[in-house]
């Protein structure tokens, strides 16, 4: 009898889960068409560094697509396409429904802030003929890693006068860009012989931004003169307004394919733009859902969505509550009947580093967009771990709409843990569920995806707002 139709086979394709890489599922042509979707997603990686300016490409990427700011009060009917920004910060996105909004939204939520080096409050100094900012990390990063990288500066200061000025400087080609410098390992032996932890310490990350002084100046403190000239010819700025600023230094890294065979993509801020990306793209596809559609690109998410441009403070709520107040229901019955693909990404399995993963329950890259039912740390703290009902809805929607997926946590059991904010959106009273990209190298400085999960993620965005 040929393997081919051994009773076992038959039997094995019946009762057993196939866990295959993607490839094997796919035709050449959807695999072309992976790749090419990648292809906007690499420029708008390169375009969105920060929260504010992944605002900005969304928003401009709306306007194309017909959408128009909502102002509260304003009437609304089927098919309307709105947004709404949050203090420059955080992006709602809304496709009116055919059905009755009483029937609840469908939801997905994104987070568009990564780690990066914030600068402080009274960033610049001098020290022995050098200039630096002193910064203060964000989010969860190992600080070894962003040392002796080209860095680039995004953000905004608000003058004396109220007035605000944009910073992007250290992406254009003709740029300068600026670095956190590290002891030669001639001289490192002490700094190698402490943890991986303290090797680079917090008021270590200082970047390195000068170092010709100000001319016919003896006086000390010269070269931060000097720098502080040029940023107030640049700027307009006096050092004072440093105090009322947000500055990011971010990897001046581009998006580029890894690998021979172009399966990959490295880039800064896969986390959580690879998912922020995908909802974007599906929401402007999406045209006359049956349900209302709403996307959230939001911020704060790796400080704990603090804050009022992150999930913790209302704006989402009040978001809803608006749209269903315009559509003549309430925002509580709305959030009720509502479910939520909370899109943020997964650790994918490194052969590297096979210990920290179960390999049974993690993701792997090209077996598709992840589905997690719960993250947290320990037993399951900090999680709002969805319902098997909910997870069988949304496995049963993706199978039956081809979307290749896998099912993973985020590592073993107690060897860490991390939180999203389908927490915080199940407290609304709405079925969520964590769904995904797997990344390589997550926080780091240049993280790692495949275009296959990539695009599997916009096609399950996609079907779940078409259903
Ligand atoms: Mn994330
Ligand atoms: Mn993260």
Known sequence: MSEKNSPAKKLKEKLLMQRKNAVSRLTDEEIAACDNYCEGYKSFMNSSKTEREAVITSVAMLKKSGFKEYKPGKKLKAGDRIYRVNRGKALLIA?????????????????????????????????????????????????????????????????????????????????????????????????????????????????L??????????????????????????????????????LEAVPAFKAKDIGFDRSMIGSYGHDDRVCAYPALTATIDCNAPKHTVVTVLTDKEEI?????????????????????????????????????????????????????????????????VCITKYTGARGKSGTSDASAEFAGRIRLLMDANNVIWQTGELGKV????????????????????????????????????????????????????AD
């Not at 989402?316 to 509502?338: C, M, N, P, Q």
């Not at 939180?419 to 240049?446: F, K, Q, R």
């Not at 599997?456 to 079907?463: C, G, W």
């Open 414 to 465: 107690d060897e860490g843990g991390g939180g999203t904010v389908a927490a915080y959106i199940a407290n609304l009273n709405v079925d969520t569920i964590d769904m995904g990209v797997p990344v390589l190298s997550m926080h780091a400085p240049y993280e790692i995806v495949s275009k296959i999960d990539t695009y599997m993620a916009y096609k399950a965005f996609s079907v779940f707002m």
């Open 304 to 368: 704990g969505s603090e804050g009022n441009t992150g999930l913790c403070s209302s704006y989402l709520e009040y978001f809803i509550y608006d749209l269903a107040e315009a559509l003549g229901s309430d925002g509580r019955t709305v959030l009720s009947a509502s479910e939520c693909l909370s899109a943020d990404v997964n650790a994918a399995f490194d052969p590297t580093y096979p210990e920290v993963m179960e390999r049974n329950n993690c993701a792997y890259i090209n077996r598709g």
């Open 95 to 207: 496709v009116i429904g055919t059905e009755p909004i009483s029937e609840g939204v469908r939801l997905c939520a994104a987070h568009i802030d990564s780690p990066r080096l914030d600068l402080k409050q009274n960033p610049l100094y001098e020290d022995n003929d050098t200039a630096f900012f002193k910064t203060h990390y964000y989010g969860g990063i190992k600080k070894y890693q962003w040392t002796t990288i080209p860095l680039s500066l995004h953000g905004v200061i608000i003058r004396a006068d109220g007035s605000s000025v944009t910073v992007n400087i250290g992406e254009d080609e003709n740029d300068p860009v600026f670095c956190v410098t590290d002891l030669l390992p001639h001289l490192a032996a002490e700094q190698m012989k402490r943890p991986l932890a303290q090797g680079i310490k917090g008021e270590d990350l200082n970047i």
């Open 209 to 246: 931004i000068g170092s010709r002084p100000f001319r016919d100046d003896d006086e000390s403190n010269s070269v931060k003169l000097n720098i502080m000239k040029i940023l107030n010819e640049k700027y307009g700025i006096i050092e004072a307004d440093f105090i009322s600023a947000e």
